[in-house]
């Protein structure tokens, strides 16, 4: 169906540019003198075409699904229905059944129901296709209608272009909207659902030391609510920043100062490339490099030294994670260092300074505020950073600080929770949305405060 | 810096020579310019140049803009060397050291050559600091009561002291221009130079704020030999006892500043503060 | 001039200052240089380690992903067999399709060692070649029915253990000539091999050091799987020794021998394989077929076409990146038809025609912080509105473009703002002082100019894609899929998600495909890059 409907909308929207410029083409042939070229008739005929069938294909299919969907599911017993859990399976069998994908035997509700779901779902169609048709239609007589010779095309095709450019723009807007509405509501059902078993209080999951949602799946009976403690993961994720910050910031901070302040340009010409491929190298491979050569080298040295490694240690991680964000560090401080007006340097060699005490007494003190926001973009990146985690830290929430130890994080626990099969409306899956909350909770706050003090460094400097 | 091998025995020759001057109570010239060539890259900048800056005064350099007065100010404590392009031929001694001599220190030089820039340019940091820096850089003090000393006597002498005493521990950014550019020259003093450089210093000043600053400058002339960079003959006729005019990259006339102003020998000298260019 | 007078005091009070002895003022300042010189060489240090970061890392990948681009076969001749192939003769393409092929590859092999007896034997000997021998034999077959009753050669693909060890991962080995005349007591089974008395104390030496010490039971040393296992390799055959005296081996006959006469000094050999049985993923039996078939002359080795042309399997061996390729192709199909032309014209509007206000510094806000929000939560965005809100299919590249779209836009946004921004104002004022609107200024004249930059942007920005892992595990892409896909809408994976899977498999085999995967990867990243630096460097324009 969806194939018919844009097949029209291709073939309307042609005939709408070829029928109004042709008309705008004729008019002018008889002497009439016209305001806008006939391309701009077209192209507003275009607008007027496509603009309402989209509309009305975004809106509508959504409603025809939900309607046919609420009408096959009144086949089922209330309880079905009312319980989020079978109503959500119960439909996605009819969706099956109705698309041709379930064999095997089906029971008499559900071939009826899928019957009455197909049934909509083609009423629901055909209805759109003809609403979508009519208004084209109407479109193109409109805009046939408007050719005139001082009919101001051009402008008003201008106005519509601006509008699309505005929802272009919009669209930034639109996916954090679309982040926060979809994180954010099952967030508050985690915490606030009735109908979720095994679900943790707030002060429980911010407090709660223990993670093991696992458990919570099995347990309709005992004491639950100790599964869903954030703490571990909380100290797990902060560990392995913080090893990664420890390598990352020295190495990046320092090689930004050597690149900014004492290497020739020949020096930079060979050195960047270095640092931009680095920064190149999908996070994925990392994450290999993490689990198949770092981690057995450190285990193997902390044996060496009689020292108790787990095999998938968070140092193994940090370290890594850290080689990522050593570009992002280096590049943003190089950034903020080459801001720092050049009079200082030279106030600081006019009275004798040599080039380090430059650099660590006036430029570093002055580039502060930016290589702290450096830091905190880095850092940001570092807690948001998934597959290097998910490939290299554990799984076990143990609440520890040692670096030889295996943690896990946020993100690792969010991955493991929502790759493979799930339902949506268990607990379980609800945390997994209630950690990406918190996830883009925790970054968003880092980001906007590096992104205000680098503005204010910026007016400083300007 | 760049020359990271330091010739230790050329600071005390220097050290030396100097003291012999002073007490054989010549009047020596302190600067001394022979035949001092610039280029930036393939640019020549200037031309070879010709000049002796005797102790204890103010010198003027005048000349229109380009001129080279600025570069050639720069070549005296050798902030050029920062630029990568610039070169530098012939001969300046300070005191008959050779600045450019391969095993002179170009830090120990500019802790003798303090420099005040076009744009006050305070460190982000507190008052207090800003003045102290230099002192600490170089090891001048031994506890803080001397530092406190140092600070005051320097902010004094830059005639700042009275404005600031109250919040030494306040950002030097957050001063008036002309205070920043009071606090620069407290700065400079605080190192204790021979010689202090000053490229334009009122140029980003109001009139009220030049004025202070000149007045420093003439308080200050008994103490040091000041070299200024002006672009306003007013200011150098005020200022300075002697007046070198540049133009083109040459140095075209230099002389006692009455009679650059009142009877310069060259064309040249007589159309630039007559105000017929510049 | 006169105000600031009076307020100085007329003799300034000198300041305390130290008298610094020369020596100190010299100590003072060799210390200060030596602080630079540190300072310097740790910005160089700090460098060099990150270049040795990067080196370690791609030397570690590329010498792991090596082995995985070869592959070892078997070159024998296979009777394709009408009676098993095509029993009716009638070339009916289902008939040629489902026959047994397996059988037809056995075969081959068992008459390449002939006369194996017991089922294990021949099951280890079957067991060398690949399940992917015997589909090569049906795609021949197909391809070409005249072949059937014929007998043919062709090369075979080992399984991913043969190919391992042929690559010489696990066999190291030592072998002793025999220093005394030999006597096997029969030509198969459980034999005991006979020479002078104390002809084997060297090797009971070498099993006590190996920490074997006599059973008093059997009245000799018995060999397990913990220790280095030792075969006899005697008048044309092969004898695992599982039982030592200083008289006597005893143990089963891997290779049957051709006679049992007594084998000459030196005619004979005692081989050591140094990596214990029960380490290896190969048993000894399996190694003195190889070994044999390898003297044979029968094993090629040849590049790894393969891996490029066939999709995921759970054979090491038969599984090739083809489906993630193509995957990754539509995924960032989708991707770029979509943040392409909403990521310019956002730009387009934010540099041109984006009123200073509330909605505008909204938007600008907005972007900046969508660029550094984790990947993962794109991942949680499409899985929420895409699968679970519009009901879109999952683990479809349709999915995986949308959420990668969403999530480089906001680079591409800045950089083509740059871009924009680049333009100098003159050529906007020029087009409109000639009566042009805004947007035809825009359009015509500003846009063109901005597209290399808008370009090299868009590269980095796919690039950022291409690489990109966790939002796509969200969205389903992590199934195990055989079949290529062919639209936006089939399950898929793609090459970064295809690199984790394999990673987490246990088989070496597949850690070595992982490492080639990520250089095909890097290949790809690489070209990307060079081909936006090349078009920065083409048409950067100074104005």
Redesign the interface.
């Known amino acids: 169906m969806t194939v018919v409907y844009f097949t029209a909308l291709a073939l309307l929207t042609l005939s709408a540019y070829v029928l109004a410029s042709r008309r705008s083409v004729a008019l002018s042939s008889t002497g009439v003198r016209l305001h806008s070229l006939p391309a701009y008739h077209g192209l507003l005929a275009i607008s007027l075409v496509i603009v309402p069938m989209l509309l009305i294909w975004a809106v509508g299919t959504p409603l025809v699904s939900q309607f046919a969907a609420s009408n096959a599911l009144t086949n089922f017993p209330a309880e079905t229905r009312n319980d989020a859990l079978q109503a959500g399976s119960a439909l996605r069998e009819i969706k099956n059944l109705a698309a041709g994908q379930r064999s095997g035997d089906v029971s008499d509700t559900l071939r009826a129901a899928a019957d009455t779901y197909s049934a909509w779902r083609t009423t629901g169609d055909y209805l759109l296709l003809s609403i979508g048709l009519a208004a084209a239609l109407l479109g193109i007589a409109a805009s046939l209608r408007l050719v005139s010779g001082p009919f101001r095309a051009r402008n008003h095709f201008e106005s519509v272009v601006r509008v699309i450019l505005l929802a272009c723009a919009g669209v930034a807007v639109l996916t954090t909207i679309g982040i926060v509405a979809s994180v954010l509501t099952e967030t508050i059902r985690f915490f606030f659902d009735p109908n979720i078993k095994g679900r943790p209080g707030v002060f429980d999951f911010l407090f709660g030391t223990e993670w093991n949602p696992q458990q919570a799946m099995r347990a309709d009976q005992g004491d639950i609510k100790s599964a869903y403690g954030f703490v571990p993961l909380l100290t797990g994720t902060l560990l392995i920043t913080a090893i990664a910050m420890c390598v990352a910031g020295p190495l990046g901070l320092l090689s930004a100062i050597y690149l900014a302040e004492y290497a020739s340009p020949r020096m930079r010409r060979y050195a960047k490339p270095v640092l931009e491929i680095l920064a190149g190298v999908p996070t994925v491979v990392l994450g290999f490099f993490a689990a198949l050569t770092v981690a057995p080298y450190i285990r193997g040295w902390g044996e060496a030294l009689g020292l108790d490694v787990a095999s998938e240690s968070a140092l193994a991680a940090g370290l890594v994670m850290g080689m990522m964000i050593i570009p992002f560090i280096s590049s943003l401080s190089d950034d903020v260092m080459n801001a720092v007006p050049q009079s200082l340097r030279d106030g600081a060699y006019a009275l004798g300074a040599t080039k380090s005490e430059a650099i660590k007494q006036v430029v570093l003190p002055a580039a502060l505020p930016g290589i702290v926001s450096a830091f905190m973009l880095a850092m940001s990146r570092a807690i948001g950073e998934t597959m290097i985690v998910v490939m290299a830290a554990g799984l076990a929430a143990n609440l520890t600080l040692n670096p030889l130890d295996a943690v896990t994080t946020i993100t690792v626990q969010i991955k493991t929770i929502l790759v493979g099969d799930q339902e949506f409306d268990s607990a379980k899956t609800l945390a997994a949305f209630a950690l990406g909350f918190v996830l883009f909770f925790i970054t968003l706050i880092l980001n906007i405060i590096a992104l205000r003090i680098v503005r204010k460094y910026r007016e400083q400097y300007d | 810096m760049e020359n990271s091998t330091v010739d230790l025995s050329a600071i005390e020759r220097v050290e030396a020579a100097r003291t012999a001057h002073l007490t054989a109570g010549a009047k020596p010239a302190k600067v001394l310019a022979r035949d001092v060539n610039v280029y930036y890259g393939d640019k020549h900048a200037l031309k070879a140049v010709n000049v002796e800056i005797p102790d204890r005064g103010v010198m003027a350099f005048i000349g229109p803009s380009g001129c080279g007065k600025s570069t050639f100010l720069r070549c005296i404590n050798r902030m050029n060397d920062t630029i990568a392009s610039c070169r530098v031929t012939g001969k300046i001694t300070i005191d008959d050291q050779d600045i450019y001599d391969r095993s002179l220190d170009v830090v120990q030089l500019r802790a003798r050559v303090g420099m005040v820039f076009q744009k006050p340019n305070p460190f982000p940091k507190s008052i207090y600091e800003n003045v102290a820096y230099g002192p600490r850089i170089h090891g001048l003090t031994a506890n803080k009561a001397e530092m406190d000393d140092v600070v005051q006597s320097s902010l004094e002498k830059a005639a700042l002291w009275n404005e600031v005493k109250d919040r030494l521990q306040d950002s030097g950014t957050g001063l008036s221009g002309g205070q920043q550019q009071r606090l620069c020259i407290a700065r400079a003093i605080a190192v204790n130079p021979d010689i202090i450089l000053m490229d334009e210093p009122c140029s980003a000043l109001d009139p009220i704020a030049t004025a202070k600053v000149e007045t420093l400058i003439d308080e200050l002339r008994s103490n040091f030999c000041i070299i200024i960079v002006t672009h306003s003959m007013q200011q150098a006729a005020r200022v300075s006892q002697r007046t070198a005019f540049f133009h083109l990259g040459t140095l075209v006339e230099e002389d006692s500043t009455k009679t650059i102003f009142s009877n310069p020998k060259d064309q040249r000298t007589q159309d630039y503060i007559t105000g017929r260019f510049g | 001039?006169?105000?600031?007078?009076s307020?100085?005091?007329t003799q300034?009070?000198?300041?305390?200052?130290?008298a610094?002895p020369?020596d100190v003022?010299?100590a003072?300042?060799?210390r200060?240089?030596a602080?630079?010189?540190t300072?310097?060489a740790?910005?160089?240090?700090?460098?060099a380690?990150?270049?040795l970061?990067?080196v370690?890392?791609l030397t570690?990948?590329i010498v792991?992903s090596l082995p995985a681009f070869s592959e070892h076969r078997a070159v024998m001749s296979v009777l394709v067999d009408a009676a098993v192939v095509d029993p009716d003769g009638k070339r009916n393409a289902d008939t040629l399709r489902s026959a047994d092929y397996a059988s037809l590859t056995r075969a081959a092999i068992t008459t390449v060692i002939p006369g194996i007896e017991g089922r294990s034997a021949r099951k280890a000997l079957t067991g060398l070649l690949s399940s992917g021998a015997a589909d090569d034999l049906r795609a021949l077959v197909i391809a070409d029915p005249s072949i059937i009753g014929t007998t043919i050669k062709t090369p075979m693909l080992f399984s991913d253990d043969v190919d391992l060890y042929l690559k010489g991962d696990t066999g190291r080995y030592t072998t002793a000539a025999g220093v005394a005349e030999l006597t096997p007591s029969d030509v198969k089974g459980d034999i005991t091999l006979t020479a002078a008395d104390q002809s084997f104390a060297a090797l009971i030496a070498e099993l006590e050091r190996e920490g074997i010490s006599a059973d008093a039971e059997a009245g000799a040393h018995v060999l397990d799987g913990r220790i280095p296992s030792r075969v006899v390799y005697v008048n044309g055959g092969a004898v695992k020794v599982v039982k030592a005296t200083a008289n006597t081996l005893t143990g089963p006959v891997l290779l049957p021998l051709s006679s049992v006469s007594p084998a000459k000094t030196g005619s004979w050999n005692l081989t050591t394989y140094a990596q214990p049985e029960s380490r290896r993923r190969i048993s000894d039996q399996e190694i003195v077929f190889i070994d044999k078939i390898k003297s044979a002359g029968a094993i090629e080795r040849g590049f790894n076409w393969r891996f490029f042309t066939s999709g995921d399997s759970r054979e090491p061996e038969l599984a090739g990146i083809r489906g993630a390729l193509i995957g990754t192709a539509l995924t960032l199909f989708v991707t770029l038809i979509l943040c392409l032309?909403?990521?310019v014209?956002?730009a387009?509007?934010?540099e041109e025609?984006?009123p200073k206000n509330w909605l505008t510094d909204?938007?600008e806000v907005?972007?900046?912080?969508?660029a550094?929000?984790?990947?993962?939560?794109?991942?949680?965005?499409g899985?929420?509105?895409f699968l679970?809100?519009?009901?879109l299919p999952r683990s479809a590249p349709l999915v995986g473009g949308l959420v990668l779209a969403?999530l480089v836009?906001?680079t591409i946004?800045i950089s083509a703002r740059a871009a924009i921004k680049a333009v100098p104002p003159s050529i906007r004022e020029a087009a409109i002082g000639l009566g042009a609107?805004q947007?035809q200024a825009v359009f015509h004249h500003v846009l063109p100019l901005a597209m290399p930059g808008i370009m090299t942007g868009t590269i980095i920005g796919m690039?950022h894609a291409?690489?990109?892992?966790?939002p796509l595990?969200?969205i389903?892409m992590?199934a195990f899929i055989v079949d290529v896909p062919t639209n936006i809408s089939d399950a898929a994976t793609v090459l970064?998600?295809q690199?984790?899977l394999w990673?987490?498999l246990p088989e070496a085999a597949f850690?070595q495909r992982?490492?080639a995967a990520?250089v095909v990867?890097?290949g790809f990243?690489?070209a990307m890059?060079g081909a936006a630096i090349w078009l920065r460097n083409k048409f950067e324009r100074r104005w």
């Not at chain 3, 740790?42 to 460098?47: C, K, R, T």
């Not at chain 3, 907005?366 to 969508?370: D, P």
């Not at chain 3, 550094?372 to 965005?381: K, T, W, Y």
């Open positions: 001039m006169t105000d600031a007078t307020t100085l005091p300034l009070p000198p300041a305390r200052r130290r610094i020369p003022a010299a003072r300042v060799r200060r240089y602080s630079e010189r300072f310097k740790l910005g160089i240090g700090a460098l380690l990150t270049a970061f990067l370690m890392l570690s990948i792991k032309p909403i990521g014209l956002a387009i509007y934010l025609f984006a909204i938007i907005n972007i900046n912080n969508l550094a929000v984790p990947s993962i939560v794109f991942g949680l965005l899985l929420a509105v679970n809100y519009f009901n969403l836009l906001p946004i609107s947007q690039a291409l690489g990109e892992t966790a595990l969200m389903g992590v970064p998600v690199i984790y990673s987490d850690q992982t490492a990520i990867l890097l990243l690489f890059n």
